[in-house]
């Protein structure tokens, strides 16, 4: 006997005030502060709650903190703020946001939707890897994406800069101070940074730039990195240096796909934000940390946008009513 559809009725559409895409440290931040203002907000934590902080293991540079702590408890703890002051976090991902109409409507993963007064995108970024196989081995253990995060560990020792970009040149010269030396490997025999910044690199005794080289593997142990075998890209032998770390800088890539068609974005992909605040090009919408941020890039950076997108939510919504 065939079976009678049920007559359940449709699910109503939940609606909230604010909906924060992203639960790192500026979609967290917003939660805190949009929660602290009575707005309830719901924090949408898509991939990867926490953020790129989950894959951090020692921090040393965020304020309030005397010794070490680990970036995965640093995000922990954070959710348990937002959520202790009032914002829900819910474990979904938002697949299209529709900003035609008012309220925004937001399409999620899950299959359903929800509607939001006012959203603000905290998506974050993701560094570019070589997609070597003993770069994930010592990740963590020598290699890393943020030399600002990580570069204080190599006081004094030698490592290694991958990519020719401004990030790479920045990277190199940062380190520099700390470091014994440093060697910037890039894969072609020029570098795309800018001129000025170049010009610093090359005349920075501690620095050594290897052109036409690609890392073709990370060597080391148990203790971490010992090494870098490089493969030449125009046909000579390969090289092998020891470093004690390696600091890839070959970009990111913000996690905005899902609004390119919602908000303006720059080619790189960035949210465009207006100059020192974080209003976007629809108004009711707007963004913090590094799915905006292209300079900065930090935990610290990031949440304080986040703060700055949570009060500019609230300003907008008063200006509304
Ligand atoms: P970029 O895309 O500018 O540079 C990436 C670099 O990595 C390039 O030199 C590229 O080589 C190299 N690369 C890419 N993939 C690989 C790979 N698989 N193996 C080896 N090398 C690779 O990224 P950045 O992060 O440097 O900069 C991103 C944006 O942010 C830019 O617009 C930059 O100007 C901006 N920025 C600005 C700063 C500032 O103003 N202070 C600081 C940092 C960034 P190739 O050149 O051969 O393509």
Not at 100 to 113: A, E, I, K, Y
Not at 125 to 133: N, S, T
Not at 185 to 209: C, F, G, P, S, W
Request: hydrophobic share 45%.
């Amino acid at each position: 006997m065939a079976s009678v559809p049920s007559q359940s009725s449709p699910q109503a559409v939940p609606h909230e005030q604010v909906v924060i895409i992203g639960a790192g440290a500026a979609g967290l931040t917003a939660g805190i502060y949009t929660a602290r203002a009575n707005l309830s907000p719901v924090i949408l934590a898509g991939l990867q709650p926490g953020g790129q902080m989950t894959i951090t293991t020692d921090v040393e540079n965020y304020p309030g903190f005397a010794n070490v702590i680990q970036g995965p408890w640093l995000m922990t703890e954070m959710q348990s703020q937002a959520e202790n002051v009032g914002a829900r976090v819910i474990y979904d991902i938002v697949t299209a946001v529709d900003a035609s109409s008012r309220p925004f409507v937001l399409s999620l993963d899950s299959g359903g939707q929800m509607t939001a007064d006012t959203i603000i995108l905290a998506t974050g970024a993701q560094a570019r890897w070589l997609g070597l196989e003993s770069e994930q081995a010592f990740n963590g253990r020598g290699v890393s994406a943020c030399a600002t995060c990580d570069g204080f560990f190599y006081k004094g020792r030698e490592v290694a800069v991958i990519g020719g970009g401004n990030t790479a040149v920045e990277e190199a010269l940062y380190l520099a101070n700390i470091c014994e030396k440093v060697t910037l490997v890039h894969r072609r025999d020029t570098l795309r940074a800018e001129q000025i910044m170049q010009d610093r690199l090359l005349r920075n005794e501690k620095i050594e730039v290897l052109w036409n080289r690609q890392v073709a593997e990370v060597l080391g142990d148990d203790g971490g990195v010992s090494g870098l075998r490089l493969a030449s890209t125009v046909g000579e032998a390969e090289l092998e240096i020891a470093v004690h770390g390696m600091f890839v800088a070959i970009g990111h890539d913000p996690a905005t796909a899902a609004f390119a068609r919602v908000v303006d974005l720059d080619d790189e992909g960035y949210i465009l934000a207006e100059k020192g605040g974080t209003r976007t090009s629809v108004s009711g919408i707007f963004a913090a940390g590094d799915c905006v941020d292209k300079i900065y890039r930090q935990a610290v950076t990031a949440a304080g946008m986040g703060c700055m997108a949570a009060l500019d939510a609230e300003r907008w919504l008063g200006e509304q009513e």
